[in-house]
């Protein structure tokens, strides 16, 4: 009966380890389709780079290749929308400076392009990143 239980544990563990191997193997679907998205990209795409690292970033999943999307993004061009998913990926590292600057530039690129432009959410976003300081 014991070696009955040990042989069902041991194979019970495999199963699970077999299963865990496969998963990281096959990427998720959330990183399968950032990824075709930036294939098919043109080379000057940032939007596409930025809102394919903003996809893994809310998942959680593919963070590194996404980190590098969203800098080649910002190197192609300063954008509010990609300084504030840059803030979103530190806040969520707890790099509070790191977001508060991202944000900042955000809102600056913002009010450049239209002096009215609604802030309200990226303020709140860097009030967030204060408190946590």
Known sequence: MKTLIQTSALALIAVFMMSVSVMAASPDKTT????????????DDWY???????MCFKKGVNLKEAKQWLDTSLQIKESAFAHEVAGDYYMSYKLYEK??????????????KDFYADTDALQ?????ANKKL
Do not use: C, F, G, H
């Open 124 to 128: 709140a976003k860097i009030d967030k």
């Open 48 to 54: 596409t780079l930025a809102e394919s690292a903003e």
């Open 32 to 43: 399968e389709k950032a990824r075709e998205a930036v294939s098919k990209a043109a080379p």
């Open 99 to 112: 977001a508060i600057t991202s944000y900042v530039n955000s809102m600056k690129l913002l009010k450049q």
